[in-house]
Each structure stands twice: as structure tokens, then as C-alpha cells.
């Protein structure tokens, strides 16, 4: 025989590892199965809603998914900031100098949005599940997965990217591996109405600071008699009951509305109903407060009301939030809805490498972290699955360096220092080593600075 016959005929009686089993077609199990793939690692993304968004008896997979699509976005459709000298903006640039699959989709499914990634969130799907399916190495799985324990047992490689809506059965396996219960906040989306139904006489087109285009964000103004009745309206709105003996406890970073006007009178007016920054081209003046309304489609058939997360009843959604001048004939494509989320207590039980303590093959990516929104799934996502990856290569997994925006994100959320651990966004306060007297524009180019040097080290070194 030749050599090339030997040498596969030996290839032949050494063993392929099994498939990673990635649980959760999110943000962060797409974005793991994509890393998995392009490093010829085979994997099986399990995802219950590939059939569809609802049980064969009728009853919804989860309370806010609304679609059999892989990534689905539930709460908003933007990415947030991609300017570098906001925090978003600057892990957005980590994240492509590190191969992210999901942002180049994203760029994709683009949508205006001033300074900020939106995307149109059908469409974002679509190209995130076209993706998936095309890779060979990837095998979808339908159904509920319930095998942690068993699987765990038999040594296999697992990312768990199952989401703070994950099943129950899911937590219960989780809860008796990591010893600990889960901990969760309640959480919202927000409403999207049609655009043919937004009154032009009663808004304005405009991007705040005149950034983007000038259509990116249509404006409804409020005057103060009209703020202080929308306000009270809100205050004494019904809202839908949360689960029973469970304390309402949210995600500050993301209040529902109607939390926002029960804090005081203006808070809604330095929070998404700030006039600041929108001309009004009738007035020549910002306006008292302003509603903005967001593209949620590439047709430009349905807009979404930006920051307004609420669990006000379908009616009186109808009701409180016709109040807004523009919107007193608004059509609700689809209401706001109020959710549980669930997530471990990360500094416990994960190390920065997105491993457990005690069961290093298995991994956690997203928002089951603890680490709170689209960029933060899909930063996990991609460091989960580039870290699996080499591992099961037989390569040590990695951290992220410190200097960088991923590192510190990373650190934090396994840090034992912490006392109470609370679901967070990424942030530059996260950056521990900054000096903590600093001009914030010298704070600003030092971060910059430091993260890309962090980088261009360890891609240096480790390709």
C-alpha cells in the first residue's frame, strides 16, 4: 500500500470526538454553532421552537418568542451605540476583529438607526437561520433538551445557551448541577404599531443631534399638560399580575415605562421621552418630551415605541398610550408583554473562560449568565464557541485578555467578590484597571488604546 492508503486506513481507527451540544438557538447558540463550524468542530444546536413558537397542544414554547427562527430578538431590534466612544460601540469592534458571524448578519438586516445597529428583526432571523442550516457541521435538533445529567455522565462537550426562558425541566437539571437555585428579574418588550397608522400632523421626522439620516426616527411630541396627563394615565394604568410570591425585581437598565413615570415626574423626560436633541422643524425648539418610534422593518410597515417595555394590559395599552397625540389612531401590530427571565449566579458557579467550577466541558453562553443584552449573548456566544472549540482540539481554553472589553465583561461576571449579583450590560465601568481620577476624555483614548493593544498580543500569540 501507499502511504496516503496507510495514513487513512489509521485515520479510519482513530475516533472522532462527538458533536458539542449546543442548547438554544438564540443570539449566543447561533453565534457558538458558527465559531464550532468554521474550526471544523461538529456540533448540535438544539432549539425547541424549530417547528414553531408553540407546543403541539397549543401552548407557547416560551412567553415572549413569537417565531421558529433562530435568533429571534424579542425586546427591541437594535444593537445599540456603533460609535468606539461609547461601550457598545467598542466590544462591537472587538467582536469583528475576533470573527463575530452575527454583526456581519446584522450589518446585513440593517435598518436607519442614527448611531445605533437596528436591524430588521424578521429579516436578521432569516439570515441567522440560512447560515446555520448551511453549515454542514451543524445539525439542528427540534425539541426540548432534558439529557444535562446524562450527557454530563458520559463526558460530552456542552454549551448552554438556553436563555433566561429556558424550560423547566432544563433548570431543574442545571439548579441540581450547579448546586444553587436560579436567580431572575422580570423583564419587557416593547409595542409596535403600524407606520400608516402614525398621524404625520402630530410628529416629526428627525435623528437626535441630527445623527444618521434624517428619517431614521419619527417624533411624537408631547407639550407639558399633554406629559403630566400621559404620566398619570400610566401611573394608574392595569398591569398584568407577575408569578405568584415573586418579588418584582427588574433589569434597571431596562425599566418598563410605566416603572419610569412612577419614579417622578420628570423621569420619563431625561429617559426615552427626552425632547433633548429633537428639533421640531414647525417650532425650531426641542419640544418638552417626545415619543420616538423606531423602523422595524426594511418596508417600512411597522414601527416600535422606543423605551416603552411595559406589562400594562393590552387595552389599556391601547388606552394610555393613544394619549400621544401621533398615536391616538394607532393599529398594535403586536403589544408590549412582560416576562420572567432566569440566570445562575455566575460568580459562583462560572469561570472567565465561560466554564463551570465543577464540570469544565460544559459551558455557559448568554443571558442565562446573568450578562444582560444582545451584544452581551452574542459576545458570550462567540468566546463559548472559539473556547470549545479548543478544547475539544485538546487546547487549553482561553481568557480574554484584561485590557479588553470582552476581558473585563468576563471578569465581572465571574468575580467572587460579589455580594449580590444583579443582570448587567457591558459598560466601561466594568474596566477595573482604569484609574479612577481621569479626565473622560483621556479615560476614553486610554481605553482604546489599551484595548487593542490587549488584542493584537493575544491574536499574536495564539492566531
Not at 414554547?61 to 433562530?70: D, E, F, I, Q, R
Not at 467598542?90 to 456581519?104: I, N, T, V
Not at 450527557?151 to 454549551?159: F, K, P
Not at 425599566?255 to 413615570?261: G, Q, V
Request: negative net charge.
Amino acid at each position: 500500500m501507499t502511504p496516503p492508503t496507510w495514513v487513512a486506513l489509521l485515520v479510519s481507527f482513530i475516533p472522532l470526538p462527538e458533536p458539542v451540544i449546543i442548547v438554544g438557538g438564540g443570539l449566543a447558540g447561533s453565534e457558538a454553532a458558527l465559531q464550532l463550524a468554521a474550526r471544523g468542530v461538529a456540533c448540535e444546536l438544539w432549539e425547541q421552537r424549530l417547528s414553531g413558537p408553540q407546543r403541539p397542544d397549543g401552548s407557547p414554547w416560551t412567553p415572549a418568542h413569537v417565531s421558529a427562527g433562530l435568533a429571534e430578538l424579542v425586546c427591541s431590534n437594535s444593537f445599540k451605540s456603533t460609535e468606539p466612544v461609547r461601550a457598545p460601540g467598542l466590544l462591537k469592534q472587538e467582536l469583528r476583529l475576533l470573527g463575530c458571524r452575527l454583526l456581519k448578519l446584522a450589518d446585513e438586516a440593517a435598518l436607519p438607526g442614527g448611531a445605533a445597529l437596528v436591524v430588521d428583526r424578521e429579516r436578521f432571523s432569516e439570515l441567522v437561520t440560512s447560515a446555520v442550516r448551511s453549515e454542514p457541521l451543524v445539525s439542528l435538533r427540534e425539541g426540548e433538551y432534558a439529557e444535562l445529567q446524562a450527557d454530563c455522565d458520559r463526558g460530552r462537550h456542552i454549551i448552554l445557551a438556553s436563555g433566561p426562558l429556558s424550560s423547566d425541566a432544563l433548570w431543574s437539571q442545571l439548579s441540581a448541577l450547579v448546586g444553587g437555585e436560579r436567580l431572575y428579574f422580570y423583564d419587557a418588550t416593547s409595542p409596535v404599531v403600524a407606520a400608516e397608522s402614525v398621524d404625520p400632523e402630530h410628529s416629526f421626522a428627525h435623528s437626535r443631534y441630527d445623527k444618521g439620516e434624517g428619517d431614521d426616527y419619527t417624533n411624537c411630541p408631547l407639550d407639558k399638560e399633554q406629559y403630566l396627563a400621559f404620566r398619570e394615565a400610566l401611573t394608574s394604568a392595569e398591569v398584568y399580575p407577575i408569578h405568584g410570591g415573586d418579588d418584582y425585581k427588574l433589569f434597571e437598565g431596562c425599566l418598563p415605562i410605566e416603572e419610569l413615570a412612577a419614579r417622578g415626574r420628570d423621569t420619563m423626560r431625561y429617559g426615552p421621552l427626552k425632547g433633548a436633541g429633537l428639533e421640531d422643524p414647525r417650532t425650531g425648539r426641542w419640544p418638552y418630551s417626545a415619543v420616538q418610534l423606531r423602523w422595524e422593518d426594511a418596508f417600512h410597515s411597522a414601527m416600535s415605541l422606543v423605551g416603552f417595555q411595559t406589562r400594562l394590559r393590552y387595552g389599556e395599552q391601547e388606552r394610555v398610550f393613544g394619549m400621544i397625540p401621533a398615536l391616538a389612531k394607532a393599529k398594535f401590530i403586536r403589544y408590549g408583554r412582560m416576562h420572567r427571565n432566569c440566570y445562575v449566579e455566575a460568580p459562583r458557579v462560572l469561570q472567565p473562560t465561560l466554564q463551570l467550577n465543577y464540570e469544565p466541558r460544559v459551558m455557559l453562553a448568554g443571558q442565562i449568565t446573568g450578562l444582560e443584552g444582545y451584544l452581551s449573548a452574542v459576545a458570550t456566544g462567540l468566546w463559548a464557541g472559539q473556547n470549545m472549540a479548543r478544547l475539544v482540539l485538546g487546547a487549553e481554553p482561553l481568557v480574554a485578555p484584561e485590557g479588553s472589553c470582552l476581558g473585563s465583561m468576563l471578569r465581572f461576571m465571574s468575580n467572587p467578590a460579589h455580594k449580590k449579583y444583579a443582570p448587567t450590560g457591558f459598560q466601561f465601568g466594568m474596566h477595573t484597571w482604569l484609574p479612577a481620577k481621569m479626565q473622560a476624555q483621556a479615560k476614553m483614548e486610554l481605553i482604546l488604546q489599551r484595548a487593542e493593544d490587549a488584542w493584537a498580543q493575544m491574536l499574536q500569540t495564539t492566531g
